[in-house]
Every structure is written in C-alpha cells, then in structure tokens.
C-alpha cells in the first residue's frame, strides 16, 4: 500500500509499492513523447521536406510572402489531449493562434523538463521531494491527471465522480477502468502533496 | 477605480496625471476557467504562491472561478498578463487572456 506525502524537515515525501511509481514514471514518458511529436509535426508542416520551397516563395512574389507573415498563427492540436496540456490563450481563435506561434513551443517545454523531473523522483520507492522539487513534480502528475482525464473523456464534476467512484472497487478488467484506477491513484497522491504544501505555507490575512 | 475624492489628491491637474500613468497600464485580464480536473487544494496553492494572493482571496477566487465557471485572477499590462496566462498553462489550469473593459 503506498503512504501519503507529508511534509519532512526537509520537504516532502511519499512511499510508493514499485509497480505504482513504475506505472506513473511511464506515463510521464507517454506525456513526454506526445509533447515531442506536436513539436515534429510543427516542424515538419514549416519546413516540408522541399529544398526550393523558400526559392519558389520569393518567387511568387513580395506581397504574396507578406500576407503569409500577417497570419502566421499556429493551429491548436486536434489531439484531446494535447489540445488539454496545450490550451488556447485567447476565446479568439486569430489572437489564439496568434499566441500560440509565440508562446507553445516553450510552453512544451517547460512541460516536458517538468516530466523528466518528476521521472527521476519516481525512481526510488520513497519519493523525496525537497520544497523547490515539489511544484515541479506537482505540475508533472497534473499533467499526467490532465491527460488520463482527456481520455477517460472527464468533461463535468459528476463524469470525473463516476471515474472516482467505479475505481474505488478495485476490480479493473478493461483498459479504461484500468486508467479509471490511474487517475483517482494520482488525484489522491497530488491531494496529499498540495494539501501538505498549503500546510507550510505561512497563514496570512 | 477607486476615487480621490476625501484624500490628499485634491488638486484637479495631480488626478489627471494619476489617470494618464494608471489607466492604460493595465488593459488586460487573466481569466482562469473551471474544470472538473484540477484540484482545489492545487488551485489554491497556485493563486497563492504564483500570485502572492492571500488565503482568504486565493480561496474566494479559486470558489469563484467553482461556481462561476471563471474569475479574473490578475489584470495588468499586456507582456506581464501574457507570461501569467503562459505560467498558469504551465500549471495546468485553462487561462485566457482578455482586454479590459
């Protein structure tokens, strides 16, 4: 049975059975490849495996590459997922895009060093984290929430109780009730780390 | 806004100036949204800690963003609401940015 995180004096720890940390480092890694190949198919939509391309471009002439440039927005994923990890910035679907191009790719990021993180931490069954490492493991095992959630199809308050409810009988039979069991495992173990954070945070006004 | 009328601001030209340096500052709202997902106790660290809020405002913003279905959570210049809506996808929460009223 895994112990619940609680504060140390030197931050925060949890005691996880192997096969649970083994499963969640792994679905870091998932979230991790997911990131990476949005990165590639952007990549790979910019600079189509075409040498003459920017040849050609300057060819058709000026005013045509400067209409290119005006509405040179990024298009939010089709994935469910990644449109989740990956949200729009505006309810403007042209300022939307507009921010994308500026901002996803560091946004990817800053998400996938999160993952990796987190995945060194998994890799003993006490997993200590000091006060600087929790928010990162914190923001990891949200997106791997984020994620399971997209594909359990959790839209509204009484999808995600259902989730939490049939997983609470212990007998996963298909591969969603599987992910059912992954998703109220991860909730319970970021409720405890953030509620042991709140804890030490100093009580103001 | 809030008025000068009772303070020390008192003199017509000093009110104007105040209004000219305040106003076009801060055009732009955070708006976090709801979502079955993230965890209250998560969403109150985060308005905490990122933000600087109290508990008291963390918790009344995070119930509001609950029953409401969004709250303004910041508002400011462009470039510092741009990196509060980045910091909030970083956390996982939905953010908008939108222009002030």
Redesign the interface.
């Known amino acids: 049975m895994a112990r619940a995180f609680r504060a140390t004096t030197r931050g925060y720890k949890a005691d996880l059975e192997t096969h649970e940390r083994r499963l969640l480092s792994q679905l870091c890694a998932d979230v991790i490849t997911m990131l990476q190949q949005r990165g590639q198919d952007i990549a790979g939509e910019e600079s189509p495996d075409d040498e003459f391309a920017h040849f050609r471009a300057e060819l058709a002439g000026l005013g045509a590459g400067l209409d290119e440039e005006d509405d040179g927005g990024l298009q939010p994923p089709q994935d469910a997922v990644l449109a989740r ?7 403007d679907p042209e ?1 939307a895009a507009q ?1 994308r191009r500026l ?1 996803e790719s ?2 990817r990021e ?2 996938i060093a ?1 993952l990796r993180a987190a995945r060194l931490a998994l890799e003993s069954n006490t997993v200590a984290l000091s006060e600087a490492q929790a ?1 990162v493991f ?2 990891a095992l ?2 791997v ?2 994620t399971l ?1 997209a594909r359990l199809g ?4 009484s ?2 109780e259902q989730v939490h409810s049939a997983a609470g009988q212990g007998s996963a039979a298909t591969t969603e009730e599987f992910m059912g069991e992954l998703y109220a495992f991860s ?1 319970w173990l ?2 405890t780390l ?2 042991a ?2 804890d030490v ?1 100093p ?3 | 806004m809030s008025t000068t009328a009772g303070s020390t601001l008192t003199d017509e030209a000093t009110d104007l100036a105040t209004d000219l340096r305040t106003l076009p500052q801060r055009p732009y709202q955070v708006v976090v949204w709801n979502d ?4 209250m ?2 969403v ?2 985060v308005f ?2 990122y933000f600087g809020h ?3 405002r963390a918790e009344h913003l995070m119930m509001q963003v609950h029953t409401d279905g969004r709250a303004i959570v910041a508002s400011g210049a462009r470039e510092e609401a ?1 990196r509060d ?2 910091a909030m ?4 929460l ?5 222009g002030a009223e």
């Open positions: 990890l990956l949200p729009d910035a505006s309810a300022e921010f901002a560091s946004l800053s998400k999160d928010p914190g923001r949200n997106d929430r984020l959630s959790i839209e509204t308050e999808d995600a909730t970021q409720e953030f509620s954070m709140l945070l009580d103001d006004q | 079955p997902v993230n965890l106790s998560y109150s660290w905490r800690t109290s508990r008291k741009e809506v980045t996808h970083n956390y996982g939905q953010a908008t940015l939108e």
